[in-house]
């Protein structure tokens, strides 16, 4: 297994604390051999190590802030075939994607990019899906780039079909208590996408000019 801080060959690991922040410190990190799920109740979420779950299981993050921090030779969560789900803990909280915003779950487009499979690209047993957000949270807006696999204009064909192979994460899922939005000059790069607005409108336009380089890049709607 490895040296881990927490570890478990085949079983589960679930850890709930009403710490003000849950640091993951480097040299130690996650390791369950089935699903994983860390909940912080007092506030944030240092990931410093890497969290990993057996393939094609679950890994769960709840906190309100997140700082998932680069890791040596990898990914700083990996689910080889499986789903990661990040959500806020407090209900109506909103999420912003791309860049650090104040009073939200922020994600950094560098954060992302952090997300994936195994391989020190995360391209090797690529997860499934990333979830981000659930029925009770607040707005998301995408504030930055969102690159789940590699960094390739929509126009190219070729280019996208390969792409799906090497994606760090083959599809995102983004769920709002309210609306989805996209700022103008940011870009999504994955093969699926499903995003639903409970209580507000799902606009997911980068402003870009038809066939852009700098344009999202999706190539399915999915359930």
């Known amino acids: 297994m490895g040296a881990f801080g927490i570890g478990t060959a085949t079983g589960e690991v679930r850890l709930t604390t009403q ?8 040299g130690g990190g996650i390791r369950a051999g089935t699903d994983a799920l860390l909940r912080v109740e007092g506030g944030g979420l240092v990931v410093d190590a890497p969290i990993r ?8 993050l709840l906190a309100d802030e997140m700082a998932l921090n680069a890791v040596a030779g990898g990914m700083t969560l990996v689910a080889p075939g499986g789903t990661e789900r990040l959500q806020a803990l407090t209900a109506g909280r909103a999420i912003t994607l791309g860049t650090e915003v104040a009073g939200t779950l922020s994600l950094t487009s560098a954060e992302l990019a952090r997300i994936g499979g195994t391989g020190a690209n995360g391209a090797t047993d690529a997860a499934q899906r990333l979830r981000i957000g659930g029925d009770a949270a607040g707005a998301i807006t995408i504030t930055g780039d969102v690159l789940l696999r590699q960094d390739v204009g929509p126009s190219d064909a070729a280019s996208l079909t390969a792409a799906i192979g090497g994606a760090r ?43 852009a380089a700098s344009g999202n890049a999706i190539d399915r709607i999915i359930a």
């Open 19 to 26: 710490a003000t922040t849950l640091t993951v410190e480097a």
């Open 53 to 60: 779950v057996g393939a094609t299981r679950s890994l769960t």
């Open 169 to 211: 994460v083959a599809a995102l899922e983004l769920v709002s208590g309210g609306g989805i939005t996209q700022d103008a000059g940011t870009r999504v790069n994955v093969a699926g996408l499903a995003a639903r607005g409970l209580g507000g409108d799902v606009l997911l336009d980068d402003g870009a000019a038809p066939g």
